[in-house]
């Protein structure tokens, strides 16, 4: 059994995860594959928090356009909220790129206006 | 602290637990509720302590239409003008927070599970051109509220197992009204009693109950997996005990063997609309009736 992560977790309160600035890719953004990033956000649980698409809940709003991996990544390993850290050795980098190529994945949604219940 | 039994005892579930006045020191606090009389009933409500200089245990919605009016009377013209301006930076902050809300539904709009914002514009959709009040689970701010009727304040425990009872409770003390009634449902919260069903339907209480199925008892996943991280454990044994899955309870089966109207699971989130519509038709004709809604976590 590895330990696993929630590591999204409980970010009610973190202003670094409120996925408001563009994350262009750049050398520091790693390679990963979101399809299986995908499957990790809902195995280790992070939806639980954060939702299936990412969108919040409980915890921080991750995507679209998540934060700049560099900060993501700083982030899980040294959360400054009443997140628990995640090291290396729980949540491997790969693991951790492919998770936030998943986040890089999602769209962005429509405009309110464009939703007939949204837009009354 | 560094032995076991400092550890543990020295452990908080939540890191912060902090309060701070909001009034100015000189203010004179004086409280009407009916909170204060749950002390010699059956069911007791006991939380944080409340400090206030008058407390009144009476009913606030016989108090309320005097105590305005008393009020009123008192308001100087040069009161009146700051109130006029206060309500104007109200009505800013309502319309910028309901624009946000629209905004922040958008994310997950289409996803299934379904999302609790859709879930709520829905249901809003369905009701807002009723005369409508809120028996259970909180409406959001795509709802607009304006009656004192249509809100009900939560136990204060935040326990598990009296939202469904409750909410057939007070969709009877609404029946004489003829007002709709509507809860949204968790169902974990559901399982603990699920005979109230039953009992809207032996006495013909018309209800409007919308599952919010996120197939847990979420409050309870979300702190087991803190503490288990915090305990560096790891969250894999998280959901023993916290999960309500393999298999998944058909909650409309259930209200339907007991005798009301029931759709669902929907998972699909343009099933939904119409599905709360026709339910809402049988509510109409004086019946309780359930949409059971697959959703997102929160």
């Known amino acids: ?120 | 602290m560094a032995d076991f039994w400092g550890t543990v005892n020295n452990l908080r579930d939540q890191l912060v637990r902090s309060s701070r006045a909001l009034t100015k020191k000189d203010a004179k606090l004086v409280s009407i509720s009916s909170n204060d009389l749950y002390l010699k009933s059956n069911y007791q409500d006991f939380q944080r302590y409340t400090e206030v200089d008058l407390a009144i245990a009476a009913d606030v919605e016989a108090t309320l239409p005097s105590l305005i009016e008393a009020s009123k009377r008192l308001v100087t013209a040069d009161r009146k003008r700051v109130f006029e301006e206060r309500g104007k930076k109200f009505a800013a902050a309502h319309a910028q927070a309901l624009e946000q809300a629209r905004t922040t539904a958008t994310y997950a709009w289409d996803a299934s599970p379904i999302s609790t914002a859709r879930l709520s514009a829905e249901l809003w959709e369905v009701i807002k051109d009723k005369d409508w009040a809120s028996v259970g689970g909180g409406a959001g701010r795509l709802w607009n509220v304006e009656k004192q009727y249509q809100t009900l304040l939560g136990g204060g425990a935040a326990g598990v197992g009296s939202g469904l009872p409750t909410s057939v409770g007070a969709a009877l003390a609404h029946r004489k009204y003829g007002r709709f009634c509507v809860s949204i449902q968790n169902d974990g919260d559901f399982m603990y009693a699920p005979g109230a069903i039953w009992t809207a339907a032996h006495h013909r209480i018309p209800l409007l109950s919308v599952m919010h199925n996120n197939r847990a008892y979420h409050q309870e996943v979300m702190h087991i997996q803190r503490m288990s991280n915090r305990h560096q454990r790891g969250i894999t044994n998280a959901g023993i005990g916290t999960k309500i899955e393999d298999p998944n309870v058909n909650y409309a089966m259930i209200a339907r063997g007991m005798g009301i109207y029931a759709e669902g699971p929907i998972t699909d989130p343009k099933d939904l609309g119409p599905a709360l519509r026709r339910a809402a038709d049988a509510v109409m004709r004086g019946e309780m009736a359930l949409v059971d809604v697959v959703t997102q976590p929160r």
Do not use: W
């Open chain 1, 1 to 120: 059994m590895r330990f696993i992560l929630s590591f999204l977790f409980v970010v009610t309160v973190i202003p670094a995860l409120k996925a408001q600035t563009p994350a262009p890719a750049t050398s520091t953004t790693p390679a990963g594959n979101a399809q299986n990033g995908k499957k990790i956000f809902s195995n280790y649980g992070c939806y639980q928090c954060h939702g299936f698409e990412a969108q919040g809940g409980a915890g921080a709003r991750l995507a679209p356009r998540p934060i700049a991996f560099t900060a993501f990544s700083k982030y899980v390993r040294q959360p400054t909220g009443e997140m628990p850290p995640y090291t290396s050795r729980v949540v491997s980098d790969k693991e951790l790129a492919d998770i936030y190529a998943f986040l890089q994945s999602i769209p962005q949604p429509p405009p309110a206006s464009s939703i007939p219940l949204l837009s009354k």
